[in-house]
């Protein structure tokens, strides 16, 4: 069955600091992969998503993912992260008609 | 344009009892998922509706049905309630089947406590 898993459940960082967050993927087949964010009171908001071609995805906010299919990764980062980038983030894979989410990792970040 | 709206924002209930919960999709968006996020996990996947149809259903009890309606908004009922049943419960649309190149948006939810 497809998984995904994300290795870290609690991230603290003080603004300016490089974020990179962790996610690996059970499938080894073709994949479409998502990067979800959900601030606090807020709905879950896409962030950025690799369905095919150039493995590196830009998303909003400053947001970037590499796809490496020989490490089934799709970790998350952002050069510089903001009081306001404080979040749960949660990776997905597209399974048979639904999404498939890891545990996700919130993210606090320190003015 | 609206996003998905959900209702009610919050439940309280007593186990045993029976809950629906309400969504309607995004306008044109004819695909409804229904997910269940417990406190400290990800969102996982209970149904999904396409054009009436129950296309996929995750590892939930009988005790969990959806029905999807002829304006596309949808329904999720729950039986005879467990206090595991508390969570989070996401409504999301697309405007089609979740297939190859497809994106889910979601709702805010309804936060679901057992008593």
């Known amino acids: 069955a497809q998984s995904v898993s994300q290795h870290n459940h609690h991230v603290i960082l003080s603004e300016a600091a490089s974020l990179e967050l962790g996610c690996n993927y059970s499938?080894?087949?073709?994949?479409?992969l998502f990067w979800y964010v959900q601030y606090p009171g807020q709905h879950l908001q896409l962030l950025l998503k690799y369905f095919s071609g150039d493995p590196l995805v830009k998303g909003i906010k400053g947001f970037e993912a590499e796809f490496i299919k020989s490490k089934f990764s799709f970790n998350l980062r952002k050069p510089s992260v903001q009081w306001s980038d404080t979040a749960e983030y949660f990776c997905?894979?597209?399974?048979?008609?639904?999404?498939?989410f890891g545990a996700g990792t919130r993210l606090a970040v320190h003015p | 344009d609206a996003g998905v709206t959900q209702s009610p924002t919050h439940l309280i209930k007593t186990r045993g009892q029976h809950v629906t919960l309400r969504c309607s999709p995004i306008?044109?968006?004819?695909?409804v998922s229904w997910y269940q996020q417990v406190l400290g996990q990800g969102p996982q996947f209970i149904f999904q509706?396409?054009?009436?149809?129950?296309?996929g259903r995750g590892n939930f009890p009988d005790r969990f049905s959806a029905r999807q309606f002829p304006n596309y908004s949808s329904e999720l009922n729950v039986n005879a309630l467990l206090l595991g049943d508390s969570a989070l419960y996401l409504c999301a649309s697309s405007l089609v089947s979740l297939t190859d190149g497809e994106k889910l948006f979601f709702g805010s939810g309804t936060q679901l406590s057992v008593l």
């Open positions: 509706y396409y054009e009436k149809e129950e296309r």
């Open positions: 306008s044109g968006h004819k695909s």
């Open positions: 499938y080894g087949g073709t994949v479409n």
């Open positions: 997905a894979v597209r399974g048979y008609n639904k999404l498939i």
